[in-house]
Structure formats: C-alpha cells, structure tokens
C-alpha cells in the first residue's frame, strides 16, 4: 500500500482533524474517503457531459430495457 504525504498549513490542519473527528474517521480515511468520491463525481460528470451531447447530436442509440435485458443475456 502506498503512502502519500500532503502538507497542511496549521489552520487547514486545524479543520481537518475537527472535521473527521466529528465525524468519526481517522484523517487518512477522511481525506481517501473524500478524494475517491471527488474522482467518481467529476467521471460521473463527464459521462453525464458525453451523453447530452450525443443526444444534442442526434448520434445516441438506445434500445428498450426489454431488449437490453435479452441482448445482455439478463433474463
């Protein structure tokens, strides 16, 4: 497992170890835990992006769930 060291002003380090004690977590955990979902939102974003603009396009192919199941092999 790798370690990663990230440097905090006193005042940042401050509301870090308030914050996750209020919460319940160790430091490490918070700053994973935060870091991690950050990654999935901004993804998240990205597909959300390509699939309106595809859309706008008029170059999205969909297919009914029905199908989707079958194609899928999901029944």
Known sequence: ???IS????NKEENIIKNYAKTK???????IKDTLMERI??????E????????KAEETLV??????AIKEWDLE
Do not use: R
């Open 62 to 67: 969909t297919i009914p769930f029905e199908e």
């Open 40 to 45: 999935a939102e901004e993804y998240d974003l």
């Open 1 to 3: 497992m790798a370690v």
């Open 47 to 54: 597909v959300c992006k390509k699939y309106l603009k595809m």
């Open 6 to 9: 990230i440097k905090f002003n």
């Open 24 to 30: 319940g977590f160790s430091i490490s955990q918070l």
